[in-house]
């Protein structure tokens, strides 16, 4: 059993790198920004809470991140193992998690905050919620919408998230060193950080990650 956790700023690619990871190793994806968005979708009380604390780019209380998080972890079958995405955030939720699942590697996607602000503020997504599909107005990345502002699978209008937006980016990029760098550092001490250059193609960093899942095996 392999309890995972892949860190690394917004737009570092941990969404291919997570879903490379959790197919071929069979591990259970807990995003907690997944998680904090289809509560506040059900709009709950919570819910609203939530969307306040993301929109205005800061951190959800550890309180209420935990019971979450815990909610989904003691609904998911065990056994597998679990890849933590967006947790922990800093060194009190680490070593809440610590206590309870014992970590077997910390994968770090490294990119710098100027290639993380690029990526960011060109994401577009489709506005309708059962089709979601994202795109990018800048060359790299996500692909470009075949017409401009309107989405190729199913017409609807796209739209730029609250969170993408320049501003708040700079102060989750500015929130990613001071409370997050942190964590990397307290799992570097006990040798479970992996440092992955995420500014390389998919395929380049995936033979990184079997390497590593086949030296861990």
């Known amino acids: 059993m392999m309890n995972i956790i892949v860190m690394g700023k917004q737009a570092s690619g941990k969404g291919t790198i997570i879903e490379e990871l959790t197919r071929k190793h069979n591990l259970i994806h807990l995003s907690t920004g997944d998680l904090f968005r289809e509560e506040f979708h059900k709009g709950t009380k919570l819910g ?6 993301m929109h205005e780019g800061q951190l959800v209380p550890d309180d209420v991140t935990i019971k979450i998080l815990n909610d989904r972890i003691s609904k998911e079958k065990k056994g597998t193992g679990f890849l933590f995405d967006g947790f922990p955030r800093d060194i009190e939720q680490a070593k809440l998690l610590d206590k309870q699942i014992k ?6 996607l490294n990119i710098d905050d100027k290639l993380a602000i690029h990526r960011i503020t060109g994401r577009r997504i489709c506005s309708n919620d059962k089709c979601a599909k994202t795109y990018s107005i800048n060359p790299e990345g996500f692909p470009k ?3 401009e502002g309107i989405c ?9 998230r609250d969170d993408d937006k320049e501003e708040i980016v700079k102060e989750r990029l500015n929130i990613f060193k001071e409370k997050t760098l942190p964590v990397i550092e ?32």
């Open 48 to 53: 609203i809470q939530l969307q306040k604390y």
């Open 103 to 108: 970590i077997s590697k910390v994968i770090y």
């Open 145 to 147: 919408p075949k017409k």
């Open 152 to 160: 190729d699978e199913c017409g609807t209008k796209l739209y730029q």
């Open 186 to 217: 307290h799992y570097k001490k006990e040798g479970l950080v992996v440092e992955i250059d995420a500014t390389r193609k998919p395929e380049e960093i995936f033979v990184d990650l079997n390497n590593i899942f086949t030296t861990a095996s």
